[in-house]
């Protein structure tokens, strides 16, 4: 155990503990694009419980990782195995050729903030509710005001958002209502695919609360959540003291705590460190 401290609190945590049960896995995971190698050889893997934040320069394929883990993009070579948290003793399953059925379980325990937001052409209310109309037993006051728990959490104004259109909102906002509606779900596995680019800083702030509590709130059944975050942002790093995967020439080139990796003094993980702040401001392709 280790102690893992964020401004204003302390909490015991565990993060890569090999009692914890494999979430995901990656063995071998290469992707190519044509003859644009970007990842190559990947092995991976993210216990239940921990923060893991996958870090490295634009375009240096974390995105593509991440979709890879999620199983929404095939690996060139290798394969991701995942667990399935409605049979706990059971094997982990291929995510990309395990049938269906079992696939969609799996997915049915994640929740995803995608760097585009991904936000459906409707209301911001229906792209909250509808995940929990079609997958929980809730009625539509319960979905009601789950929703507006979800809004009030990333510091919208409940009662002006929830009937916009997607077109009538700002870049952050559809930042905040991305990570709404994947918290909404009360997710066991948490992937936010930089959740404060674009952000200002006290929302953005905020969001990195938001992020540690949920984290360390336990799921409805009382299990621990496990996050993966890409991101750019310094500070959000600084607060949660998470496992850092800096990604560099197709490779892992760093895999270990928060806590080593600021202390690198020279190679890739030094120069990234030199470039982060800016890459954390950059606008995304949207001019958010
Ligand atoms: N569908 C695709 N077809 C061809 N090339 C792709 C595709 N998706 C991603 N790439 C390429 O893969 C590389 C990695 O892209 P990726 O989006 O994973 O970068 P990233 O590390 O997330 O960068 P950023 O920090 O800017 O979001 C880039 O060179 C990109 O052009
Ligand atoms: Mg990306």
Known sequence: MRLATMEGMTTLDSPGTTAARVEVRGEGVTKAFGDHVVLQNIDLEIRQGEIVAMVGTSGCGKTVLMHMLLGLLPPTEGRVLVADHEKPDAPLIDIVTAPLDEIYQVRLSWAVVFQHNALFS????????????????????AIRERVRESLAAVKLNVDTVMAKHRAELSG????????????AVDPMVVWYDEPTTGLDPVTATHIHDLLWHTHHSPHHDGARRTTVVITH???????????????????????????EFTQVKDGPVHEYLAEMPALHARPNRYGQ
Request: hydrophobic residues 40%.
């Open 172 to 183: 952050g906002m559809a930042k905040r209502v991305a990570i709404a509606r994947a918290l």
């Open 233 to 259: 942002d310094r500070d959000l790093l600084r607060r949660i003291h998470p496992r850092v995967i800096l990604l560099h020439g197709g490779g892992i080139a760093f895999d270990g705590p928060y806590e």
């Open 122 to 141: 409707a209301s911001v209310y229906e792209n909250c509710a509808l995940w929990l109309r079609e997958h929980t037993e809730m009625d539509e006051d």
